[in-house]
Nanobody
Framework: VQLQASGGGLVQAGGSLRLSCAAS????????MGWFRQAPGKEREFVAT?????GGTYYADSAKGRFTISKDNMVHLQMDSLKPEDTAVYYC????????????????????WGQGTLVTVSS
């Protein structure tokens, strides 16, 4: 499985960016997709996840109300009202699907990872 993240860039505080992640290769029949981020000098942290059906989503407190995860043939992370503290490398990841009965938030629950895309929010 290969994951390709795109859409990062430089944006001013208050602006928006839309990240996308495409999966290819021999993907599982059903899987959840998540977004994580890693800021300089910090550990990687969970941002959002979406179920295989797309009907279930779960967000980190830092993302609630500002970020929206969605999927079509790719998985997207719409990021609005960006803050300088959102600056990080954003990674998409693929893990097991629990149909909304459980939402994986640990990086250790995801099996495949994209290469990351850098988001820089200037003040």
């Amino acid at each position: 499985v290969q994951l390709q993240a795109s859409g990062g860039g430089l944006v001013q505080a208050g602006g928006s960016l839309r990240l996308s992640c495409a999966a290819s290769g021999r993907t599982p029949d059903m899987y959840s997709m998540g977004w994580f981020r890693q800021a300089p000098g910090k550990e990687r942290e969970f941002v959002a996840t979406i179920t295989w059906s797309g009907g279930g989503t779960y967000y980190a407190d830092s993302a609630k109300g500002r970020f929206t995860i969605s999927k079509d043939n790719m998985v997207h992370l719409q990021m609005d009202s960006l803050k300088p503290e959102d600056t990080a490398v954003y990674y998409c990841a693929m893990g097991g699907d629990y149909s909304g009965s459980y939402y994986p938030v640990s990086e250790f629950e995801y099996d495949y990872w994209g290469q990351g895309t850098l988001v820089t929010v200037s003040s």
